[in-house]
């Protein structure tokens, strides 16, 4: 009876499964950690050689690699672990434990090939004791809480760690063991045992570098605004993948949980309805007054009285007045068809199917308690409702996509080892939200926002954005106060649509609120970066006849690499006199021409096509910070040719 109490089943913890970026690279991985001693009883000392020489060197070993080579006066030969081992082996003892902290997979490694442990569990008594994993972020906080958070390393709480727990966590195994002295206990392996089964991994969407690029962006925005949060999405617009999804700080997703009034950037859904619908027409004039209107008993205003303008300068302009009247005046006595319209863009229920905690929209109708005269032109410009920065971000990538509404999505696969057991397609939740012709009208006005309009201040990018601006202001205490969130919700290249993103602000303080101020610059800032790091948005030139060129072009060069590589594709070369830096083109009759170049000062260059140590000998010299990915000539680089250098500039050239 005494014996049954000492057996006992001892759990084995499963591997977790990892959590990858798009292309493979691992964001979250569990890393094992175990417990090793030896059982004596099971030692077999005729196997070895010499048995006390080889036990006498692993107590060395021991000493040397776990206990930082120290021994005392007692034990100058290093041979504590020795006595030890011989003492059990004379007293018949079944356990002694080696190291006292854990060792992790890599260092296990490296003992099972060390005296008499290389010799396993049956004949050289090792025992090895799984004894937890423990999660580790190699990006450490990037995309932390979309990621996810563990307790205790294991359960999934928050993000995909929590929404595909099963699925990562796996199964743990048994075995029987049996107590023995001391406190520990040997494994009875005759008996059998189950082994774990380890999780499964789990591929996103995510890109590391476009990550990067946004969680960059929004920090720094927070940070110099003294904002509470910050957030932002960055969607592929054909395929609706997520590509990357910043929190800031890391606390909270906003992104998808966080239920916002959108203010102003929702007015490109009341403008949708009406060019829809077919009452209103771009060029169509409308009055907004002295710029103030009242509905039932709320006034709305605009900054300033803009009287009778086209519709177009209405949304770039961003005239409450001219929406809330509009809307008012073509739906008030269709209301139906207005919520139609808002849950046909996505506004009816959590738009992601994969990641849980996303809250419906709320939208008050005209049936529910609440619902007054005001409440329809309220709505319109994006007050009394409710809904999340990536509800936000789904319509307006809808609109990019020429109306077809994508579902969101953020796991792509999920794998067993590199079998592929589920995989994630692109999901069309509607086909046509609007007429084709409606959504692209649309991008039309979105352009006209940030050529003449409140995001005029981003027009001189380098990259054709469209988007609109929004500044709302917050609910404390049932009361509207001078607390306010800035957005900014966009699409480049605007004239073709390759990345939606949407930026949140919230409550910024250090002295502009506005969304054209706070959060406009941060979707250029993304954008331009996106643009210079994505191959597929930087086309090769083409010549007359339609062909690509195959010889790269426009890049400077150092003038000697420039003559021999041109010439050593059997170019004919022009070459002018100049400067040790040249720009390669093309003259009209198809000649390469190597013109003089002296890089602007104070601006990143164009590197791509240099060799890397020519990038990194010419950014240097401009007191450029550079890192180096990959081996070869430069593909693509971090920072937009043009990007002012400041102190400390760094730059990451991605070679290939």
Known sequence: MEVEKKVFFKKVIADRGNILAEDGTILATSLPFYQIGMDPSVIDTTYFENFTDSLSILSNKLIDYFEGGQRDSTDSLGLKHYHRVMGALAKGRQYVGLIRKPINYQQLQMIKEW????????????????????????FEKMGRITLGLLKDDTLGIRGIEYSYNKELRGKDGFFLAQKIAGGSYIPLDKYGSEDA????????????????????????????????????????V????????????????????????????????????????????????????QGFIEFDDKKIRDDFAYGKIPFSTVLAKSSNVGISKTVNHYFKDSINQFYTYLDNFGFKGPINSQIDGEPAPKIIRKKDEG???????????????NVTPLQMAAF????????????PYLVKEIRDNSKVIQSYSPVVLNKQVCKKETAQKVKELLRGV?????????????????????????????????????SFAGFFPADNPRYTCYVLIDEPSAGE????????????EIAEQVYAMDVNLSE?????????????????????????????????????????????????GNQVILAPCEPQPNRIPDVRGMSAREALVLLERMGVLVRLKGHGHVKRQSLLPGYKIGKRTTITLFLG
């Open 450 to 486: 940030v050529d003449f309009g409140t995001a005029k201040n981003i027009k001189d990018s380098r990259v054709l954005l469209a988007g609109k601006t929004g500044t709302a202001r917050k609910i404390v205490d049932g009361e509207y106060q001078q607390i306010h969130q800035a």
């Open 513 to 524: 609120i506005y969304g054209s101020q706070v959060a406009a610059p941060i979707f250029k």
């Open 540 to 588: 090769e030139p083409k010549l007359d006849s339609g062909k690509t060129v195959e010889t790269p072009l426009l890049y400077v060069m150092s003038r000697a690499s420039a003559e021999q590589v041109y010439r050593g594709l059997g170019e004919e070369l022009g070459t002018l006199e100049g400067n040790k830096w040249v720009h390669v083109a093309r003259d009209t």
């Open 115 to 138: 005296p008499i442990l290389n010799a396993g569990r049956l004949k050289g008594g090792f025992v090895v004791d799984k004894i937890h994993n423990k999660r580790f972020f190699p």
């Open 371 to 385: 619902w007054n005269l005001a409440t329809l032109p309220s709505m319109s410009i994006g007050y009394s409702l």
């Open 396 to 407: 307006y990538n809808a609109i990019a996509n020429d109306g077809r509404l994508m579902q």
């Open 238 to 289: 054909n395929t609706g993948k997520i590509k990357a999804i910043a929190n800031y700080p890391e606390e909270y997703n906003h992104a998808i949980a966080t239920q916002i009034e959108p203010g102003s950037t929702f007015k490109l859904a009341s403008a949708v309805a009406l060019l829809d619908k077919g009452v209103v027409k771009a060029t169509d004039t409308i009055d907004t007054g």
């Open 197 to 236: 089964v380890d999780g499964k991994d789990i591929v996103t969407t995510l890109d590391v570098n476009l990550q990067d690029i946004v969680e960059t962006s929004v920090k720094k925005a927070v940070e110099k605004h003294e904002a509470k949060f910050g957030t932002a999405i960055l969607i592929e």
